[in-house]
């Protein structure tokens, strides 16, 4: 069974930016916005970025393994229309190789998608989409 539907797939390959939400080692949250794309030969979030091996997002990852991904916007504001997907997950701090860049990747295993399914369903009708995976 894929991870990602092909509407959540469509979704995320239609927005530029996401915030990652990582925890410091005293436990303090940080979230960051961040360039990402879907890597379907491994079911992952890839997040790259300038310097990424020196971030405290990629040492957080490098600390505890976990992070929890969102990418979200707003259709319309009459009517209100908002959309977005949270990912949570395992995730890894992986050093360059060779001509690969430093990333930061996350496995998901919860996906909870918002407005993304239901286009004409009016926005107090829409429904969570959460589940498990993998």
């Known amino acids: 069974m894929p991870i990602f539907t092909e509407v959540e797939l469509e979704y995320l390959r239609s927005q530029p930016l996401g915030r990652l939400a990582t925890q410091k080692p005293d436990g303090t949250l940080q979230n960051s916005p961040v ?5 379907a030969e491994t079911g992952t979030i890839d997040i790259g970025g300038f310097r ?4 405290r997002k990629f ?5 505890n393994a976990r992070a929890a991904f969102v990418v979200d916007d707003i259709v319309s504001v009459q009517p209100w229309r908002v959309r977005c997907i949270e990912i949570r997950g395992r995730a890894e701090a992986l050093p360059a190789e060779g001509s690969r860049p430093p990333l930061i990747r996350i496995h998901p295993e919860r996906i909870i998608s ?5 286009r004409d369903t009016e926005a107090h009708d829409l ?4 589940r498990d995976v993998r």
Do not use: W
Request: avoid cysteine; aromatic fraction near 14%; charge should be negative.
């Open 59 to 63: 040492r957080n990852v490098g600390d």
């Open 127 to 130: 429904k969570v989409d959460a």
């Open 114 to 118: 918002y407005g993304i399914t239901e």
């Open 35 to 39: 360039g990402f794309r879907y890597n």
């Open 52 to 55: 990424l091996d020196q971030s």
